[in-house]
Nanobody
Framework: QVQLVESGGGLVQAGGSLRLSCAAS????????MGWFRQAPGKEREFVAA????????AYAGSAKGRFTISRDNAKNTVYLQMNSLKPEDTAVYYC??????????????????WGQGTQVTVSS
């Protein structure tokens, strides 16, 4: 069984930065792709960023490109999401997720197998 625990959310003013962390346990972390998603009130969960299990190649949603950076530290079983130049529309619950099967780097919610409990990010204008 995999456990994912997010941290680092909070309240920040527009233009500010936050770094989210997601600590994984229960599986060999380096074997798996990792992703970040977010869900705003009344909206569907959406892809933010993902990082491959090997090689570290990444993918970003258009809204995240140039502002957010995903990274991972396999020695610490942790994936990060550095968020800069935050906007009010970034307000959401942010979730990390683990993809245990895919040979590609998925961006679809349904392709991820394990999810954290989420961490709230609120950006004030």
């Amino acid at each position: 069984q995999v456990q994912l625990v997010e941290s680092g959310g909070g309240l920040v003013q527009a233009g500010g930065s936050l770094r989210l962390s997601c600590a994984a346990s229960g599986r060999t972390f380096s074997y798996y792709n990792m992703g970040w998603f977010r869900q705003a009130p009344g909206k569907e969960r959406e892809f933010v960023a993902a990082i491959r299990r090997i090689g570290g190649s990444t993918a970003y949603a258009g809204s995240a490109k140039g502002r957010f950076t995903i990274s991972r530290d396999n020695a610490k079983n942790t994936v990060y999401l550095q968020m800069n130049s935050l906007k009010p529309e970034d307000t959401a619950v942010y979730y990390c997720a683990l993809d245990k099967d895919s040979s590609t780097l998925p961006v679809e919610v349904y392709k991820y197998d394990y999810w954290g409990q989420g961490t709230q990010v609120t950006v004030s204008s």
